[in-house]
Nanobody, 123 residues
Framework: VQLQASGGGLVQAGGSLRLSCAAS????????LAWFRQAPGKEREFIAA????????HYADSVKGRFTISRDNVKNLVYLQMNSLKPEDTAVYYC?????????????????WGQGTQVTVSS
C-alpha cells in the first residue's frame, strides 16, 4: 500500500488544519490506518487510529477532544481534523497503515508509511 499525506502548514494557536492521507494499492477491508507525529529531537508518537471497516477509533490522550480521525471509503482517504491547535502540536505528521483491525499505538506495528507533512503552530 502506498500512502501520501498532505495538508500541513503554518497556523496560529487556536486555529485548525485538516490533514489528508491518500491510500492506494491493496484494498483496505481489514486494516487500520493511523496518524503519528514527530517533533524535532523527540520520538515519533501515536496520535490516532481508525479501523477501516467499522470506523472505530482510538486517540492519544494529548489530542483527545481536539483531533478527529475519519476516512472516506470511496476516495480511499484518511483525514485528521485538528482543532484548537497548540504550539506543542508542531511536528511532522505521518500516516501509516497495517493489515488487521487492531488499533495499535506503536510505530513498529505499522509497516506502511507515507511521507510526512509539516505542521507548525505559532504562539
Amino acid at each position: 500500500v502506498q500512502l501520501q499525506a498532505s495538508g500541513g502548514g503554518l497556523v496560529q494557536a487556536g486555529g485548525s488544519l485538516r490533514l489528508s492521507c491518500a491510500a492506494s494499492g491493496r484494498t483496505f477491508g481489514s486494516s487500520a490506518l493511523a496518524w503519528f507525529r514527530q517533533a524535532p529531537g523527540k520520538e515519533r508518537e501515536f496520535i490516532a487510529a481508525i479501523r477501516w471497516s467499522s470506523s472505530s477509533t482510538h486517540y492519544a490522550d494529548s489530542v483527545k477532544g481536539r483531533f478527529t480521525i475519519s476516512r472516506d471509503n470511496v476516495k480511499n482517504l484518511v483525514y485528521l481534523q485538528m482543532n484548537s491547535l497548540k504550539p506543542e502540536d508542531t511536528a511532522v505528521y505521518y500516516c501509516a497503515a497495517r493489515w488487521g483491525p487492531t488499533l495499535y499505538t506503536t510505530r513498529n506495528d505499522y509497516p506502511s508509511w507515507g511521507q510526512g507533512t509539516q505542521v507548525t503552530v505559532s504562539s
